[in-house]
C-alpha cells in the first residue's frame, strides 16, 4: 500500500514535470514573446522548463526498484516526452531562429532605395514618395502570421 | 512608419486589426521592393519565399540613414533602439 502511494506521487511528480514543461513552452509564444526582455533570452522560461525537466528526472529516478512494474514505463515516458519537448525549443531558440540568409550586397550597400508603390491593408496604392519631405521608418516582416 | 511583407492585404488587415496596430502593412507579394532592398529569404517559410527581418530609416530625401539587420528572426529591433536612431538621425 505503502509503496503504491509512493509510486503513485513520484508519477505525479512526473506528471507535475511534463506540466511545467509544456507551461514554459506556452506561455513563450502566447505571453513572453510579446517583451523583448523575455523574449530575445527566455530566460524565464528556460527556468521554468528546466525545473520540469527536473521533477520529471526525479520522478522517473525516485524508487525505481520497488515500483509495481508499469509505474516506471509511464514514468519513462514523462521524463523523455519532457526532455524532448525541453530539447525542441532549446532547438528553436539558439539554432532554427538564426536559420536567415546573411546581410546580402545589395543590403549593405543599399543609399537610396528605388521609389515603389504597394497596396496597403485597404487595398489603396502607397507609393514611397508620399512620404517624402519626412523621415520615414520602414520594417519588413517575415509575414505568414 | 510602414511595414512590407509578402502576404495579402487582407492578411495585413487581419494582422492589423488583431495587434491593433498604428502604422499600415503594405503587401509585396511577388517580393520586388524585397528583392529591391536586398532581403529575400529563399524558401523561408514552409518553402515559400519571405523577406528576411530588417528595419530602415529614411530621411527626408529618402536617403537610408540607419538600418538594422538581426542574426534571428525572434530578436527585432527595440523601441528604445529605434527611437536613439531617429534622434540621432535628426541631429
Known amino acids: 500500500m505503502n509503496t503504491l502511494t509512493a509510486a503513485n506521487r513520484r508519477h505525479r511528480l512526473g506528471c507535475l514535470g ?10 513563450y509564444f502566447l505571453f513572453f514573446y510579446r517583451f523583448p526582455s523575455t523574449r530575445d533570452l527566455p530566460w524565464l522560461n528556460l527556468l521554468i522548463i528546466g525545473l520540469g525537466v527536473a521533477f520529471a528526472w526525479k520522478g522517473f529516478r525516485a524508487g525505481r526498484p ?22 525542441l525549443f532549446v532547438y528553436y531558440i539558439f539554432y532554427l531562429s538564426y536559420q ?15 521609389g515603389f508603390v504597394l497596396r496597403n491593408h485597404q487595398n489603396r496604392p502607397v507609393a514611397l514618395s508620399d512620404f517624402r519631405g519626412r523621415p520615414l521608418i520602414i520594417s519588413f516582416y517575415r509575414g505568414h502570421w | 512608419m510602414i511595414a512590407i511583407s509578402v502576404d495579402s492585404p487582407e492578411e495585413n488587415a487581419r494582422v492589423i486589426e488583431k495587434l491593433r ?14 528583392d529591391a532592398f536586398g532581403l529575400r529569404h529563399v524558401g523561408g517559410m514552409m518553402g515559400q519565399d519571405i523577406s528576411r527581418p530588417a528595419v530602415f530609416i529614411l530621411d527626408e530625401s529618402g536617403k537610408v540613414l540607419w538600418k538594422k539587420l538581426t542574426d534571428s528572426y525572434r530578436i527585432r ?3 528604445q533602439e529605434l527611437l536613439q536612431a531617429l534622434s540621432n538621425a535628426s541631429k
Open chain 1, 18 to 27: 511534463l506540466a511545467l514543461v509544456l507551461v514554459g513552452i506556452l506561455s
Open chain 1, 66 to 87: 520497488q515500483a509495481p512494474a508499469w509505474r516506471p514505463g509511464l514514468r519513462s515516458l514523462l521524463f523523455f516526452v519532457s526532455l524532448s519537448l525541453s530539447g
Open chain 1, 100 to 114: 536567415i540568409p546573411p546581410p546580402s550586397a545589395v543590403t549593405t550597400s543599399l543609399k537610396t532605395p528605388a
Open chain 2, 21 to 34: 496596430l498604428g502604422f499600415p502593412i503594405l503587401s509585396d507579394p511577388k517580393l520586388k521592393v524585397i
Open chain 2, 77 to 79: 529591433v527595440r523601441p
